[in-house]
């Protein structure tokens, strides 16, 4: 049964920083692509940073230089780094992880979050206020 949590979440001033946490359990990153999605409040759900299963990461162009994806194999444990924050950053942080498919196939903008089989397994999600 694969478990995603997340943990590292709260609230920060415009330009701190913050660093997400995702621990995995029965799963290998071997063997899936990972990502972090995030949820606007009323708004779309989109991704902010994944990193496929051969370690290439991505990010969404409104993070790109400001958030740094990671993660430590042998902890099971995926990061986000995210620094000079903005309140356009404030949202629910969801770590996900598909095995079928490459993260890059799944819809990278969405209604919501933590709906349909691409990626398939998803955290219950951390908040980041931003003001």
């Known amino acids: 049964h694969v478990q995603l949590v997340e943990s590292g979440g709260g609230s920060v001033q415009t330009g701190g920083s913050l660093t997400l946490s995702c621990t995995a359990s029965?799963?290998?990153?071997?063997?899936?692509?990972m990502g972090w999605y995030r949820q606007f409040p009323g708004y779309a759900c989109e991704l902010a940073s994944s990193?496929?299963?051969?370690?290439?990461?991505w990010y969404a162009v409104s993070v790109k230089g400001r958030f740094t994806v990671s993660q430590d194999h042998a902890k099971r444990r995926m990061y986000l780094q995210m620094n000079n924050l903005k309140p356009e950053d404030t949202a629910l942080y969801y770590c996900a992880g598909t095995r079928d498919s490459q993260i890059e196939n799944c819809a990278r903008v969405r209604p919501t979050c933590v709906v349909g089989v691409c990626p398939n397994y998803w955290g219950q999600g951390t908040q980041v206020t931003v003001s």
């Open positions: 029965s799963l290998e990153f071997d063997d899936v692509d």
């Open positions: 990193i496929s299963r051969e370690g290439e990461s």
